[in-house]
């Protein structure tokens, strides 16, 4: 591997020099934005492999392709790993990313023009849960559940009188901005009473499923979970869909030939890989000590004067309503923590007055922090800068003195595969 860099130094110095530039900033700086993690150097290793070279169209003993003893290997492996370790019937590790897995599933069990309840993008929901921007939300009626204004969190009850009224054909819990965890029972009870695919986006905590610290929907009886597996999975930049026997045939389909070609065979390697690991006793520690440092970070900044969205959190991430907790808008906010290379990002909270490119909040989480190895008293030293930092966005000096703090803290944490 070092031998190609070597070659990529010589003959494209431009590409280069970013790579390495973009090395270093990974390696200097704090990174809590809760989708992005750190991969493990045996993924990228897989991902820089031959498997590149391959197309594989179809799937494994069904291509329509030669050649694909190697690749039908590495595809049986990621599927059957998948189906071991979120316990399910069935496995579909070929969509390019964790949109296009989403929508293979509507597209695949849906008819366009149905009706589907998911959560408000405003409110925590994702792009693809039916934003009124996105294609899938021009194609399918999307009805979007709110969280309750009395304490940020999903009010089953309307809920269930959104699904009663609008009748779904398919019901979605997951969520990109969200603290706090998913009854799984009450959104199950709610899809049987209307007749609808009971579904879950897992993309940010599949990997705390995987890794046995946060409930997994099949244990209560989902038919479809999605989740990506470049986000608390710490796996290459893909999606997976994973669901009941009943649904395989049509979420292959629909997969492939519905919406992609070739997949791609180098990530589904890599996808195999990280599956392996996220069967390992180092990686249930990690699940769990993600949840730790976030509810650590979170009554840090609590006891810091910071206000919470939903007051706290159950998961890897938490949500800071920092007008309120500071007086600036999120933009700011974000902008003053990159210059002590703390990255952050900016966030609408629940019925946010303020526009989405300067809302109210900022979305902190700890999976790639509880990569790089950092702790529960990690979390404190943190919760210390971020506030300091946000009662002081003016003071150049200070943040300079902490930027220097910030990078030599960095220097006792290694980043996998750098
Ligand atoms: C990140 C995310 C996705 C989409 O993943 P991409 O790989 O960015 O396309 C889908 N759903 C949820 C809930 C997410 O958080």
Known sequence: ??????????NDPSVFAALRGEEARQRAGIELIPSENYTFPEVLAALGSVFTNKYSEGY?????????????????????????????????????????????????????????????????????????????????????????????????????????????????????SYPRDIDYEKFKDIADEVGAVSMTDASHFGGLVAGGSMKNPFDFGFDVVTTTTHK??????????????????????SVFPGLQGGPHMNAIAAIAITLQKAQSAEFKQYAKQVLINSKVLADALMDRQATLVTGGTENHMMVVDTVASF???????????????????????PDDP?????????????????????????????????????????????????????????????????
């Open 1 to 10: 591997m070092t031998a190609n860099l070597d070659l990529l130094e010589k």
């Open 60 to 176: 494994p003993g069904r291509r329509y392709y030669g050649g694909q003893e190697y690749t039908d290997e590495i595809e049986n492996l990621a599927r059957d790993r998948a189906k071991a370790v979120f316990r399910c019937e069935h496995a579909n590790v070929q969509p390019l990313s964790g949109s296009a897995m989403n929508q293979a599933v509507y597209l695949g069990l849906l008819e366009p023009g149905d009706t589907i309840l998911a959560m408000d993008l405003s409110h925590g929901g994702h792009l693809t849960h039916g934003a009124p921007v996105s294609h899938m939300g021009k194609m399918f009626n999307f009805v979007r559940y709110v969280t309750d204004p009395s304490d940020g969190s999903i009010n089953y009850d309307q809920v269930r009188k959104d699904a009663l009224e609008h009748k779904p054909k398919l019901v979605l819990c997951g969520y990109t």
């Open 232 to 253: 608390s999975l710490r796996g290459p930049r893909g999606g997976m869909v994973l669901c009941k026997k009943s649904l395989a045939s049509k979420i292959d389909k």
């Open 327 to 349: 007086g600036l808008d999120g933009r700011v906010a974000e902008e003053t923590l990159d210059k002590v290379q703390i990255t952050t990002n900016k966030q609408i909270i």
């Open 354 to 418: 303020n526009p989405p490119l300067r809302p109210s909040g900022i979305r902190i989480g700890t999976p790639a922090a509880t990569t790089r190895g950092m702790v529960e008293e990690d979390m404190l030293q943190l919760a210390d800068w971020i506030v300091t930092c946000l009662q002081n966005p003016e003071d150049d000096a200070a943040l300079s003195n902490i930027r220097s703090d910030v990078e030599a803290f960095c220097g006792r944490f290694q980043v996998p595969g750098i």
